[in-house]
């Protein structure tokens, strides 16, 4: 990691919080406008289907937009969310999600989020956050 990048992971132990610690969601890569997400997945975590839940993939959505919009130096509040869910996800391995600003406003931020399972996309997000400044 370089020297810039460094503040911006320090800032995101935010997204350290007691959900998504829960869910073993981890931070493994950000930059300004930009975070990348992972999960390891289980059983555990799966719907009567045997595929991942889709609750799991919104809160990897929801946890990528918002530590992108965190890497701008801002917390962010949830303020609208939509998920297209594009593939199942299966109970082995990671989902990984990567996160990207659309649009910083001044008091909403656009971010949209993609969550990768073994490299297919499996779900496309777009988020509004509300920001205070």
Same mark, same amino acid.
């Given at each position: 990691?370089? &020297?810039? #990048? ?5 800032? +995101? ?6 959900? *998504? @610690?829960?869910?073993? !969601?981890?931070?493994?890569? &950000?930059? #300004? ?5 992972? +999960? ?6 799966? *719907? @009567?289907?045997?595929? !991942? ?21 801002? @917390? ?58």
């Amino acid at each position: 990691m370089t &020297a810039n #990048k460094e503040p911006v992971m320090k800032f +995101l132990k935010k997204v350290n919080c007691p959900f *998504n @610690n829960k869910l073993g !969601i981890k931070v493994i890569e &950000a930059e #300004k406008g930009r975070a990348v997400i992972e +999960l390891e997945v289980n059983k555990d975590l799966s *719907n @009567n289907y045997g595929i !991942i839940h889709g609750g799991v993939t919104a809160s990897l959505c929801d946890t990528a937009m918002g530590a992108t919009v965190m890497t701008l130096g801002i @917390n962010p509040m949830t303020v609208e969310m939509k998920v297209n869910y594009l593939s199942p996800g299966g109970t082995d391995g990671k989902l990984i999600a990567i996160g990207k600003i659309v649009k910083n406003g001044r008091t909403l931020v656009i971010a949209e989020s993609e969550v990768y399972y073994k490299d297919k996309m499996i779900a496309k997000s777009l988020g509004t956050y509300f920001v205070e400044r």
